[in-house]
């Protein structure tokens, strides 16, 4: 069973810092934004934006914040200046760095995510660039509650690609885009769902060579992460686990 990468790790030891500044609030409303956009703003017909609604209340979000979100979404999706774009470049030590946006000005957004690509040791680069390194699949994120073993079931005879129940408290189910829906609602049911989205997974990891690189791709990341515009940042990058806890988040 595949698990999460050691960058799933890394956001949960800077959650917390992350709360201070106010970060989780704005991605929290980000995703409810985007899963508007691309869904519509109906939560009963939107399964993503229902699961984005209760991550986001879990979190403690206001629900003045979400109204807020999904009234932004909404408008993104008549307004057609408000784009969801995806920038690719190269970190510190040549890993590959997808960055999702939802953004009304692509010129903005392009110069900043360039700019830190350049402050940090990495580069911008073109469409095409990386993306060929990562794939995009269902992940559903299920509460260990209830009857385990029926919801395992129902997923493998749903098509799901791959089950990972080596957490504690959760269950991840992984499928094929085209599979998303489908077992979304025949898992609601039966399953406490905490989250579900369409996410990109790299498929080859790249080794961070020095500490420095460590560091610097950290703080690319995390500057990319807080920006207003972006939605996600992805990479394929593994780092030295005696590194991790040297790491710096503030």
């Known amino acids: 069973m595949s698990g999460h ?49 209760d991550k ?7 629900n003045d914040n979400i109204h807020r979100a999904i009234e ?12 969801v774009l995806i920038y690719e470049g190269y970190g ?17 957004t392009a110069g900043d995510v360039r700019s830190y690509f350049s402050k940090y040791g990495g580069n911008l680069g073109d469409t095409g660039c990386v993306n060929w390194m990562f794939i995009e699949q269902g992940v ?17 005879e749903l098509a799901a690609t791959d089950i990972d129940d080596s957490n504690e408290d959760v269950i991840f189910i992984y499928c094929q885009n085209d599979d998303f829906n489908n077992l979304l609602n025949k898992l609601e049911p039966i399953a406490k769902i905490i989250n579900a989205n369409i ?29 207003d515009d972006v939605s996600e940042v992805i990479s394929n990058f593994d780092i030295n686990d005696e590194w991790l806890d040297k790491l710096s988040f503030t």
């Not at 559903?140 to 493998?156: H, Y």
Request: hydrophobic share 40%; with cysteine; proline share 3%.
């Open 5 to 53: 990468s050691k960058w799933a790790n890394i956001k949960r030891q800077k959650a917390v810092v992350d709360a201070k500044k106010g970060a989780t609030y704005a991605k929290l409303s980000a995703e409810i934004m985007t899963a508007v956009k691309l869904g519509g703003s109906d939560p009963n017909m939107n399964i993503r934006l229902r699961t984005a609604i």
């Open 199 to 227: 996410e990109i997974k790299p498929t080859l990891i790249k080794e961070i060579e020095t500490f420095d690189q460590a560091k610097l791709l950290i703080k690319l990341i995390d500057i990319l992460e807080n920006h």
């Open 56 to 62: 986001a209340k879990s979190e403690g979000v206001p």
């Open 140 to 156: 559903i994120e299920i509460k260990k509650t209830g009857d385990l073993e029926t919801i395992i079931n129902t997923a493998i």
């Open 72 to 83: 932004k979404g909404a408008g993104a999706s008549s307004n057609s200046n408000m784009e």
């Open 92 to 108: 510190p030590g040549g890993v590959a760095v997808l960055v999702k946006c939802l953004t009304d000005n692509r010129n903005r």
